[in-house]
């Protein structure tokens, strides 16, 4: 009879198989650094200037974030019609976007996310009540993910 009790390291192992986790981790680590890749060409692609720029850390624009911004914000995509749109074509909001992360930080009321305002001077769209706007904001992740951008500034918060 045996006497020994099974460890919870013992019982994980069981049920692991780690020739086939490490498979899965190195597919999905190269999977991603082709995506990342593809990524950064189609942020090459647009004519803007400086657009390495928005691939650093402190200012990172994700395929992911743009497709966010231009199917939120701006006017050619008929969704969201209760939000800010840019009226200027898209290698001018990208320049816009990186222009505004070039200010600095500030902290947002009740959120880890830091914003960034920048007022161009050209109307770059409307807010949403149709006003003409020449102040674009970003919203950044503490780390420098640009997480969204909109045509206008976020309304003052109101203390409870």
């Not at 009321?109 to 006003?131: E, F």
């Amino acid at each position: 009879m045996n006497n020994a009790v099974a460890t919870p390291v013992q019982n994980i192992n069981i049920h692991f198989n780690e020739t086939q986790w490490l498979q899965a981790l190195f597919l999905l680590a190269d999977t991603q650094s082709w995506l990342q890749q593809l990524q950064e060409g189609l942020i090459w692609q647009l004519p803007v200037k400086h657009r390495k720029k928005l691939l650093r850390k402190g200012s990172y624009l994700s395929s992911k974030a743009l497709a966010h911004i231009l199917e939120r914000h701006y006017y050619k995509v008929p969704r969201h019609p209760l939000t800010g749109k840019f009226t200027i074509p898209i290698p001018q909001i990208v320049a816009c976007i990186r222009d505004a992360c070039q200010q600095p930080p500030l902290t947002m009321p009740h959120s880890p996310h830091l914003q960034r305002v920048l007022d161009t001077g050209m109307p770059l769209g409307h807010d949403p009540s149709g006003n003409t706007v020449t102040t674009i904001t970003v919203i950044t992740s503490t780390g420098g993910e640009i997480i969204t951008a909109f045509p206008c500034v976020l309304p003052p918060q109101q203390d409870l």
